[in-house]
C-alpha cells in the first residue's frame, strides 16, 4: 500500500531555521515519510535520532549530480545508515543538458555502485527532459532505455510531466515496473506562461487521477512537494494534506 511522503526543499526554510523542530511539525501533519534534499549539517547520528523520534521513515535523498560524481560512496554510506534506500539525481544544470550521453553514460555508473550496496539510483525529471529530445524521442524516455532497469529506477515528477505538455497517466503506465517514487504536486500556469507550484488540489493538474494510477502502478510513495509557497510553507504542507486525506477517504488506498 502506498504511503504519504514529504519532500523537504518544500519547508527549506524552516528546516534552515531548526531542522529537528520542523522533522517534528512534518510528523505531526500525518506524513509518514520524509525525501531529503540535504541534511543541514547533521550528522548521521543526529538524522537516526530525529527519524526514531518522529517515526518518519527516509524515503529517498536528492543527491546532487556533481556530488554523486564526487563523493558517491560516502552518500551511499550516509544513506544506508539512516534507513534510506532511494538516492535520486534531482536536477542538472543547462551545462549538463548539452551533454546527454555522457550524463547517460555517469547514470549507469552510478547505479551499478548503488546496486553493489544494495541501493537504488532514480532519476527525477522537471519538464526539460520532456522538451528536449535524444535520438528522435523526449530525453526522459531516451534514458530509460539506454539504462537498463537493473540500474535505474524512475522518480516521475507528475507536476513537471503535465507542464511541458506530456501525459503523466502514460508515463506511468509505460514506467509501472520502475516507479517506486511519484512526486504529486500541483501547479497553475500564469499569464506569462511560467509556473507557478501550489498546494495539491489548487492547480491545474490531475493530482487524483494521478494518485489513483500510481497507486495501481505498485508506487510506494506518494510525495508531496511545492518548489515555492507562496505562504508559509509548514502552512502549505498542512493544505495538502488536507486535501490528501479527504482524496485518500474517497478512494482509500493509501495510508494516511
Known sequence: MAKVGLQLYTVRDHLERDFEGTLR????????????AGFYGRTVGQVQQILQETGLVAVGAHTAYDRLKAALDEEIAFNKAIGNRYIVVPYLS????????????????????????????????????????LNGKPVLDAIYEQVPASLLHMELDSCWVAFAGADPLAYIATYRDRLPLVHWKDVLKKPDGSPET????????????????????????????????????LESIAASMEWVRAYAEKGG???V
Not at 25 to 33: H, P, S
Not at 95 to 112: A, Q, T
Open 94 to 133: 543547462e551545462e549538463d543538458r548539452n551533454r546527454w550521453p555522457e550524463v547517460i553514460e555517469d547514470l549507469k555508473k552510478f547505479g551499478e555502485r548503488c546496486k553493489q550496496e544494495e541501493m537504488i539510483l532514480c532519476y527525477h525529471n522537471h519538464d526539460f527532459e520532456l522538451t528536449q529530445s
Open 198 to 233: 501550489v498546494e495539491l488540489g489548487r492547480g491545474e493538474v490531475a493530482v487524483a487521477a494521478i494518485g489513483d494510477a500510481a497507486i495501481d502502478a505498485g508506487a510506494e510513495w506518494l510525495i508531496v512537494e511545492q518548489d515555492h509557497c507562496a505562504g508559509d510553507s
Open 253 to 255: 488506498k493509501l495510508h
Open 25 to 36: 511539525k512534518v510528523a505531526e501533519l500525518g506524513y509518514k515519510g520524509v525525501e531529503f
